[in-house]
């Protein structure tokens, strides 16, 4: 079906994301009417049976709302939970979960720009097509996502929903000479960040670019990652903050009739959380080695509060980012001093507590109420896809509305560059399902078996 | 949403090249992460078999039927009910991987609750969830021909049974308790020692005895040890005298609940009820 004019574009199963979603494109008399991300994923129901728990239980059960990202469920858990119960960690514990995080940063990262980005840009179906006629690239890339999932092997006992992360701090902290065995494999691996941003820098980039509201945590002196305040920068280049606890009253939910999507909004307005918000408003804490590849890759010198809005480029920031955690994981390990304990206890407390924490693709949000006896009695977990929600639409619709105007694309290509539309984001649909509406469409045919 | 299954069998242009799907129903997509995590093993076995099918990673999908399918996920939705059924007609070998195919993963805690009440809790929208009342593993709805645990599966044993299939061989996955893998490993008994509740007596091996190594109790994410599945195994479960131990250990009744209401909670379940009822009899 491609009558020019107007069309109806939907395609069934997205490929290259975490969790299983569809699109739908609509277009009359050459113009985009409706521009839909659309979820699929069952829900699942956390915020339900988290109630009843025992406050000690949050972060082994939310890190199942996601197999790519559990340790950023983890942290924001154990944050949100410390809150409530108005527990301070031993500093030396806040290294070690920065360290952790630093692992799922560099695995998830990588996995992202090698696994699912990459092929985009070189016209192939998947990283194992690609490795076809660039085995030498595919392999770095697993080398270096390999070299994250190590520190989360060490750290978390396992990659995939680690063990030793508790209330409080660690089950067991490692002993130095542990660490130092990590410190040799990081070492070659700030070499294999350093040519993978050189190596996407290469790639080809359609010009365009997001208005939407940029917001991510800041720290002074530091690039954000384990905590911080939520820091909105508006298109005008306006900076503000606001206290973690109002989060809820600014970035709300919102029902709109003609359409089958929840979105959130911040004040009102459409906001994009991720890589290319963390590098806009924590840019000048970049390591020298991170800065460097940032400027190398073009996106301007970060120090000097470069911004980059162009989704496509997100695979750059995601690149920099990369050589940013494996420089951060290695000051750590240079510098880390077994904590006195492993952790702190935590007693209960009755009260609500709010925890955040920079997931690699993007805020993610964490509420609980506890009782006197610490059960929870109500969950709020707000992840980044589902934020992101209304900027990916919005880029779906400018996207498609670009090719339009520029040509006469058909059904194929039309639907090929709203996908990577999609995948610039990076969208986590397994995390983001239990926000979304799940009213889709039941005519799709695509999804073959 | 209507699954299709190609209706014309097409076999992949590689001739001889077994093929492999991968399919992901209501779950966290960290089983099939596991097999992307694969990174010294990922590029040889896709010289080894045609990857026909898995979302996650490539663009380039084929119809069935499929030589060897793995499914992560539970069934949830009245639609996941018809697209494991034409899942299991376009395999020839069905395996799960995962807490949630082989045993309904942390979402079957409602079927112990209200589901409609859960979804009020949760959506704005309630009447627009589709949802079933309870989260079954694909053996209650479809033949499987093998059953790999753990949330997550542990990735040595994933290729394992990949490799089996492949060589035509039965996987080599032991089906005794944590306990084992624990002595093996050296470590000394969290429970012994230090009082720690644990759960490796009754869980299923396969991860390594990884908690009680970084001194944790074990908490059963591999599901019970020898139960009966669709794939064999006999029951050698031993909770009843394990309960005991957990009380003394300073568990109360709520806290066991808690403890084996987890990510296999459907089978613990059905132990901790049985368990219960010898200590009334």
């Known amino acids: ?449 | 949403m209507p699954a299709r299954v190609g209706a014309a069998a097409r076999w992949s242009e590689e001739a001889g090249v077994p093929t492999l799907a991968v399919f992901k129903l209501a779950s966290c997509d960290g089983c099939q992460l596991t097999l992307l995590d694969c990174e010294d093993e990922l590029l040889s076995l896709a010289g080894k078999v045609k990857i026909a099918h898995f979302l996650e990673a490539t663009s380039a999908v084929l119809p069935g039927p499929y030589d060897l399918t793995l499914v992560e996920g539970s069934v949830t939705t009245p639609a996941d009910t018809e697209h494991i059924r034409a899942i299991r007609a376009a395999s020839r070998r069905l395996v799960t991987i995962g807490a949630c195919a082989t045993a309904g993963g942390i979402q079957a805690l409602r079927n112990f609750a209200d589901v409609e009440e859960f979804a009020r809790t949760v959506y704005a929208r309630p009447d627009y969830i589709d949802t079933l009342a309870t989260s079954t593993p694909v053996s209650a709805h479809v033949a499987v021909d093998f059953e790999l645990r753990g949330c997550p599966v542990d990735r040595r044993q994933l290729l394992e049974v990949i490799t089996a299939h492949l060589a035509g061989r039965k996987p080599d996955i032991p089906d005794h308790s944590v306990c084992f893998e624990c002595k093996r490993r050296g470590n000394v008994c969290v429970t012994v020692a230090h009082g720690t509740p644990c759960l490796g007596p009754v869980t299923h091996a396969g991860c390594g005895a990884i908690c009680p190594t970084y001194g944790r109790g074990c908490y059963g994410c591999f599901g019970p040890a020898g139960r009966p599945g669709p794939t064999g195994g006999s029951l050698s479960v031993n909770l009843p005298a394990l309960i005991p131990v957990l009380k003394s250990d300073g568990m109360d009744d709520r806290d066991v609940e808690r403890f084996l209401h987890t990510f296999n909670s459907a089978d613990f379940h059905e132990e901790l009820m049985a368990a219960r009822q010898e200590e009334q009899s």
């Not at chain 1, 960040?193 to 290469?202: D, F, I, K, M, N």
């Not at chain 1, 359609?206 to 939407?212: F, G």
Request: net charge negative; with cysteine; hydrophobic share 40%.
């Open chain 1, 1 to 449: 079906m491609t009558h020019r004019g107007s069309r109806t574009l939907h395609v069934g199963s997205l490929t290259r994301v975490e969790g299983e979603g569809a699109l739908h494109l609509e277009v009359q008399d050459n113009t985009v009417t409706r521009a839909q991300l659309q979820i699929y994923e069952p829900p699942r129901f956390f915020e339900a049976f988290l109630r009843g728990r025992a406050h000690t239980e949050p972060p082994d059960i939310t890190a199942r709302v996601c197999g790519i990202c559990p340790v950023a469920y983890q942290m924001s858990a154990c944050a949100a939970i410390e809150d409530a119960c108005g527990v301070t960690v031993d500093p030396r514990v806040v290294a070690l979960r920065r360290l952790l995080y630093c692992g799922e940063w560099i695995e998830s990262q990588t996995l992202h720009i090698y696994l699912l980005h990459a092929p985009d840009f070189l016209g192939c179906d998947g990283a194992i097509e690609l490795a076809r006629t660039a085995r030498g690239h595919v392999e770095r890339g697993l080398r270096l996502k390999q070299a994250g999932n190590a520190i989360l092997d060490l750290l978390g006992g396992r990659a995939i929903h680690p063990v030793n992360v508790r209330l409080g701090g660690f089950h067991r902290a490692p002993a130095p000479a542990e660490l130092q065995t990590l410190h040799a494999r990081l070492t070659h691996a700030l070499e294999d960040a350093r040519l993978t941003a050189a190596w996407v820098s290469g790639f080809e980039f359609p010009d365009t670019e997001t208005d939407a509201d940029l917001l991510a945590l800041a720290t002074p002196g530091t690039y954000a990652i384990e905590g911080g305040t939520p820091a909105a920068l508006r298109l005008d280049g306006n900076l503000s903050t606001f206290p973690l606890h109002t989060f809820l009253d600014r970035v709300r939910e919102e029902h709109l009739p003609h359409s089958t999507a929840l979105y959130s909004t911040l004040d009102g307005r459409r906001h994009l959380t991720g890589s290319l918000a963390r590098f806009a408003i924590s840019g000048r804490w970049l390591t020298r080695p991170a800065r460097d590849a940032a400027v190398a890759a073009g996106l301007g010198d970060p120090w000097e509060g470069a911004v980059c809005r162009n989704p496509f480029r997100s695979i750059l920031v995601r690149a920099v980012e990369v050589v940013y955690a494996v420089t951060e994981a290695l000051r750590l390990i240079e510098t880390y001093e077994p904590p006195s304990r492993p952790y702190v206890e935590v007693p209960p407390v009755v009260g609500t507590g709010h925890g955040a924490t920079e997931a690699p693709r993007g805020l993610l949000y964490h509420r609980y109420a506890l009782d006197a006896d610490g059960t929870v009695t109500d969950a709020r977990l707000v992840p980044p896809t589902a934020q992101n929600q209304g900027a990916i639409e919005d880029d779906l619709r400018r996207t498609a509305q670009a090719a339009l105007d520029a040509g006469e694309p058909d059904d194929a290509e039309l639907a090929a560059l709203c996908e990577r539309a999609i995948r610039n984001h990076d969208p986590c649909i397994s995390c983001s399902t239990h926000f979304l509406d799940l009213t889709v469409e039941r005519t799709r045919s695509a999804r073959t078996v």
